[in-house]
């Protein structure tokens, strides 16, 4: 029986271990050359020779997609290459590559600004802070730019180098036309066979600026360039040209700040600027013309009387009452504009303040027929209803008398208006829609009294409490409904407080006035009671026991 052959079966290669040389592999590329790998080599040590700088950082490395033989340590370097396998990549070797050291990058050259001879635009500005060691140059490389202009920073940390031409610096500015012609002078002995100058200029305020004011020595039309720098750069730009006398710029910058209108800030920047440095120029005159006052005709006490007194005197009420803000916005202690105490004279107000109650005493001399003195208002003011001008006098004298006590003026006022004997007696005969007006005045008064805003001796106090205490008691109802701004609540308690800083004999007698008021009329009168009550316990309670209950 013929024997059965056994089934074919696919024979696995394996590596037997007598192999005294390791059989090919894509493992072992090196020992199995072939014409295409042998090709390979040869191209690649031939065309590919910047792969070789890439394939040094693979040295004594592997992937983990390309295992090596653990037995057989015998490649060394990884080619970039790959041969693709079945299911992973293998590395192919090359020839062992030297580690070359990274390539040191070429110094970044300094700025050259173009001379007038280049066209425009043919050469950019480079910009650069290199080191004193670096700054030497090859004979005959330097052509038209033969000044090394060093610019050291205030803070001593940045530096910036201009290579320029010494013609056009020395015709823009005189101060480096100076320092080239200095520089040359002692250099002119020396063996050096160039006049490359050597400049530097130390404590640089601003590295910028400066380098801007010298590319303007190139520009033809300086005043186009400045319309695009603005004006707060161009006044920087101004301070940097009068410090190295670069004349040009200067009539420049001076022709187009004048011509602009400038922020707050930038024209303290121009005040600042012409204390430092004079310039002599028609222009300049303009601009100090438009900075300070020239004619002092007019001073500005002058003025704040007649912005005053044009106020008061000032018929149309919308714009009295956009006025009235500003000004005392203009002429109050805590104002922005406001620079010293001497700007507003006492006694102008003063005048003011009596020309406004001689004006409210003819309108009440009108309103109750007593009217002798024959004044005449304009047709304008006549038009008006009487209590509408009425009303129109006690807004100034209030506004007036804000200014006063916001300057600590206002003590004056106090025994001027307890002294208006005639007001008080037409007070008494006149209609309460109209009187009342009076009180809005003592209101104010009072209130500054009572929270501490005005300081007064004890006699103004109580004449003008005596005054118009009681008239403000009759008039208390129609401030209430006419508040026109007051506010009757601090009224109510500054009132009281103000009655407290009397002698007791006086608290006496206005308290029991009141007292006597209020239980008449009741809600028409101011409430009072916790001032009452606090003259109660000092009047009638002594010691320790007047002070406990008034603490509570």
Known sequence: MPSREPPHRRRSWCCPLTFTVPPGSPENPALTLTPTSHYLNKSSQNSSRHHQTSSKLLNNSSFPNSPQSTKFSLVNRIDPRRILSPGRVSPIDSDPV??????????????????????????????????????????????????????????????????????????????????????????????????????????????NVFRETIELMFEEDITKKLLKIGVYRSID????????????????????????????????????????????????????????????????????????????????????????????????????????????????????????????????????????????????????????????????????????????????????????????????????????????????????????????RSDARLGLLQAWFGPMLSDFGWLRRCRKGLDVKLLEEATGQALLTLPLKQQYTLFMEWFRYFSKYGTECPNLSKAFQIWWRRSFLRGSESYAVESR
């Not at 803070?155 to 005189?174: I, T």
């Not at 002692?186 to 601003?206: H, M, Q, T």
């Not at 620079?339 to 507003?344: R, V």
């Open 98 to 207: 030297d580690i070359l050291p990274p390539p040191r990058p070429d110094p970044i050259p300094p700025i050259i600004i173009p001379s007038r001879s280049l066209p425009p635009k043919a050469e950019s500005s480079r910009s650069s802070s290199i080191d004193d060691e670096e700054e030497e140059e090859e004979e005959g490389s330097f052509g038209i730019f033969d000044v090394r202009l060093n610019l050291k920073g205030k803070n001593g940390f940045s530096n910036l180098v201009l290579e320029l031409n010494s013609e056009v610096l020395s015709a823009n500015s005189k101060v480096f036309a100076e320092l080239i012609a200095e520089y040359r002078k002692g250099n002119s002995s020396g063996l050096s066979s160039n006049n490359f100058c050597r400049i530097e200029v130390p404590d640089v305020e601003n590295l």
């Open 237 to 456: 730009i101004l301070e940097v040209s009068a410090g190295i006398m670069f004349k040009k710029c200067i009539s420049s910058c001076l022709k187009y700040l004048e011509a602009v209108p400038w922020t707050e800030e930038e024209e303290e920047k121009l005040r600042t600027l012409f204390t430092k440095f004079k310039f002599d120029d028609a222009t300049s005159r303009d601009i100090l013309a438009r900075l300070y006052p020239l004619d002092s005709a007019d001073s500005q006490q002058t003025l704040s009387r007649q912005l005053v007194w044009s106020i008061t005197t000032c018929v149309d009420t919308n714009a009295r009452n956009e006025l009235k803000p500003l000004v005392k916005g203009l002429l109050c202690r805590s104002s922005v504009y406001e620079k010293d105490s001497s700007d507003l004279d006492k006694e102008d107000i003063y005048v003011i303040c009596q020309s406004c109650i001689d004006a409210l005493i003819n309108l009440f001399q009108e309103a109750t027929g007593t009217d002798s003195s024959g004044n005449k208002s304009t047709i304008k003011e006549i038009s008006k209803p009487l209590i509408e001008r009425i009303s129109k006098e006690v807004d100034n004298i209030n506004w007036l008398l804000e200014i006063l006590l916001d300057r600590q003026m206002a003590e004056e006022f106090v025994l001027m208006w307890a002294d208006q004997a005639e007001l008080l007696t037409m007070h008494e005969g006149t209609s309460p829609m109209v009187r009342y007006e009076l009180s809005r005045v003592s209101a104010v008064l009072f209130i500054a009294m009572g929270t501490r805003k005005m300081h007064c």
